[in-house]
């Protein structure tokens, strides 16, 4: 991918307009919901990120808890968490989490990995009540998460299925900065790469707690950054560039 792709890739995930009939069929059709996707849309697709200073950077770290791993195969988001960041700096005033409504049986081994149980889910709120508020407190800022493909692949199939508009949001992989400093470093399960960095592990496999962590880490790798000179995401891109 070159530079140009990448700007493009970084400026917005797909052009496709918010029409009146956004929401259609859903409760959450409203003329509120509608103006806010669109205005969130705008901010997305202009934002400039790549020169945004490193320092100053606003991102959401954000993870979700899953029934199993392909949503085209029927899987589920269940919950996510979330944690925003300015620079390295974690704001914990600043956090998001909800369990979402499922009206299909839990795995066995997906309550055991994160305690999460069919009852806690019933009372839970919808799917599309819950991408709202996600949305409403990410706002237009760059999402940050650990293995970013699963998170990718469940919020794109998700927004779709209940907002019938595309995920705008941008997602980095928290690769992108320890690719840095390890550039042949494969996937890493996020408690083994927070060992590493002598993070504690906390509430593993719940959503809010993955993100905390994942957050430690992004900051930790951001600090890295700085310390070895970049400023700029646009920076760090180049450089991984002439690794290939």
């Known amino acids: 991918m070159g530079m140009n792709d990448f700007i493009q890739f970084f400026r917005g995930m797909g052009t496709k307009k918010i029409g009146s009939n956004v929401l259609a069929g ?102 599309a009540d819950a991408l709202m508020k996600f949305f409403h407190f990410t706002s237009s800022r760059i999402l940050i998460a650990h293995h970013s493909k699963h998170e990718q692949s469940f919020m794109q199939k998700a927004t779709w299925d209940h907002t019938r508009t595309k995920f705008q949001h941008r997602i980095i992989d928290t690769s992108f900065l320890t690719r840095l400093f ?38 930790h790798y951001l600090q890295k950054a700085e310390k070895e000179g970049f400023t700029t995401l646009g920076e760090v891109y180049e450089h991984l560039a002439k690794l290939r």
């Not at 890493?188 to 905390?212: M, T, W, Y």
């Open 182 to 219: 390890d550039p042949s470093s494969g996937s890493q399960p996020l408690e083994k790469v927070c060992i590493d960095c002598g993070i504690e592990i906390k509430n593993r496999h719940n959503a809010l707690g993955d993100a905390l962590m994942t957050a430690e880490l992004w900051g």
């Open 26 to 127: 859903h409760r959450h059709s409203t003329a509120q919901s509608i103006s806010f996707l669109r205005q969130l849309e705008k901010e997305v697709r202009q934002k400039d990120d790549l020169s945004s200073p490193l320092n100053q950077l606003e991102v959401v770290v954000f993870d979700i808890e899953t029934t199993g791993f392909f949503p085209d195969r029927g899987d589920e988001i269940i919950s996510i968490g979330a944690v925003k960041m300015q620079g390295r700096d974690i704001l914990p005033q600043e956090t998001f989490y909800s369990l979402i409504r499922s009206n299909n049986p839990i795995p066995h081994e997906i309550t055991i990995l994160t305690g999460i149980h069919d009852e806690d889910l019933q009372s839970a709120p919808e799917i």
